[in-house]
């Protein structure tokens, strides 16, 4: 495996010392994982946020190795984690990715979909803004990983709102059946902050 392009990063586990486990999604190869030297370190720690988009450069020696991975930042998003809203939200669509997509298969439209969406959280006024965009990016996921179904309408926040809890759901049946305590408790979260300012 040689692939150097532009990623998403959805989530980095320590290893070892100093190194990462880095999973991150690509437009022409999907979810990648790869282990980065120096992940833990001063330098490449801000770089492996969740949500941060950088340029990677991912080799390995055979398909069942684990690959090498080098990256370089391209835009960060860890402003936004010091912001209780977007932080809950970049870290739910990273973490529900992460953990739904099967590795090396490529997903084009997610992957444009979650850099859309990552930048609607960052940049739109508000939660009003960019709601309606997680409502679609779920029911995308959802779609693209075969359980398509009716798009909940999005109107206002409220209406948003209703829409992200009819589908919590299929999200639990489908995409997180082994996995939907964490991940769920962060959607849940997300989504009482959001029925707040509603």
Known sequence: MQ????????????????????????????LVAAYVAGGQG???????????????DIRARSASQLPFGKVELVTSRAP??????????????????ASTLPERNPYPSLYEALSGLLDAICHAPSAR?????????????????????LKPEAGDLSQTVAALRALAPALERYLLADRRGDAMAARTRLIERLARIA
Not at 18 to 28: C, F, G, H, P, S
Not at 42 to 56: H, Y
Not at 132 to 144: D, F, G, K, M
Request: glycine share 8%.
């Open 129 to 149: 803004g960019w709601a309606p965009a997680l409502l679609s990016y779920e029911v995308l996921l959802l779609r693209e990983l075969g359980y398509g179904g």
């Open 3 to 30: 692939l150097k392009a532009p990623a998403i990063v959805l989530a980095a586990r320590p290893h070892g010392e100093n190194a990462v486990i880095l999973r991150a999604l690509t437009e022409e190869a999907g």
């Open 80 to 97: 936004w984690l010091n912001e209780p809203l977007p932080a809950a939200a970049i870290l739910w669509v990273t973490a529900l990715t």
């Open 42 to 56: 001063r330098r490449l720690r801000p770089v492996v946020i969740p949500g941060n988009a950088v340029e990677a």
